[in-house]
């Protein structure tokens, strides 16, 4: 692959309010097999486990839909964000120049859905592109190129993604090198606690 265009893939957090809708369509499937069976006695039985097969379809086609990640592309400092689900359907959501970033930090993805999060979404579009599993995370806001619309961006990248991002932006690179320096600061005092 050219070093000019770099790809990354980030799958998303996982919503835990599709549960719920699960537990709903579970129930209401089970009053209607009650019901059916009440009033239509051997019929019933038969109606009842279509019901149940057309209830489960459903949620497996909900479960499928629900399926997010996202990718990240970086060719000749201009950057892509396109949503992918189930992976099959894309869609772009964002294009911009990495010049026009602004507010590169790094921040605490535990912190990120507590009160500041409304403080988020009433200024800007916001867009969450890290998983449950994403070590570090960043944000920043940039205005989109043909979107027209300023996006308040948590992201996360792999090695070789974050690599380009930091020769791009010098931003990006500063608040890196920070970091990286405050983890060797932290693994050293860790390995000086485990000799004494």
Same mark, same amino acid.
């Given at each position: 692959?050219?070093?000019? !265009?770099?790809?990354?893939?980030?799958?998303? /957090?996982?919503?835990?309010?599709?549960?719920?809708?699960?537990?709903?369509?579970? %129930?209401?499937?089970?009053?209607?097999?009650?019901?059916?069976?009440?009033?239509?006695?051997?019929?019933?039985?038969?109606?009842?486990?279509?019901?149940?097969?057309?209830?489960? !379809?459903?949620?497996? !086609?909900?479960?499928?839909?629900? /399926?997010?990640?996202?990718?990240?592309?970086?060719?000749?400092?201009?950057?892509?964000?396109?949503?992918?689900?189930?992976?099959?359907?894309?869609?772009?959501?964002?294009?911009?120049?990495?010049?026009?970033?602004?507010?590169?930090?790094?921040?605490?993805?535990?912190?990120?859905?507590?009160?500041?999060?409304?403080?988020? @979404?009433?200024?800007?579009?916001?867009?969450?592109?890290?998983?449950?599993?994403?070590?570090?995370?960043? =944000?920043?806001?940039?205005?989109?190129?043909? @979107?027209?619309? &300023? =996006?308040? !961006?948590?992201? &996360?990248?792999?090695? /070789? =993604?974050?690599?380009?991002?930091?020769?791009?932006?010098?931003?990006?690179?500063?608040?890196?090198?920070?970091?990286?320096?405050?983890?060797?600061? &932290?693994?050293?005092? %860790?390995?000086?606690? @485990?000799?004494?």
């Amino acid at each position: 692959m050219n070093d000019d !265009i770099i790809e990354s893939f980030v799958k998303a /957090r996982k919503d835990k309010s599709g549960i719920l809708l699960y537990i709903v369509i579970f %129930a209401i499937t089970m009053l209607v097999d009650v019901l059916i069976f009440m009033f239509f006695w051997l019929i019933g039985l038969y109606l009842s486990i279509i019901v149940t097969g057309i209830a489960c !379809i459903i949620v497996v !086609i909900l479960i499928r839909m629900r /399926r997010l990640e996202y990718e990240l592309s970086l060719v000749r400092g201009e950057m892509t964000i396109s949503e992918i689900r189930n992976q099959a359907m894309r869609k772009k959501i964002l294009s911009f120049d990495l010049n026009d970033i602004e507010n590169f930090k790094a921040v605490d993805k535990d912190q990120i859905f507590s009160k500041q999060k409304q403080n988020y @979404e009433n200024q800007h579009k916001v867009l969450y592109c890290f998983g449950d599993d994403s070590e570090h995370v960043y =944000f920043f806001n940039v205005r989109g190129k043909d @979107e027209g619309v &300023t =996006f308040d !961006i948590f992201i &996360t990248f792999d090695e /070789r =993604f974050k690599k380009a991002f930091a020769h791009r932006c010098s931003d990006a690179k500063s608040v890196f090198q920070k970091q990286a320096a405050l983890e060797a600061e &932290t693994s050293e005092k %860790a390995q000086n606690g @485990e000799q004494a």
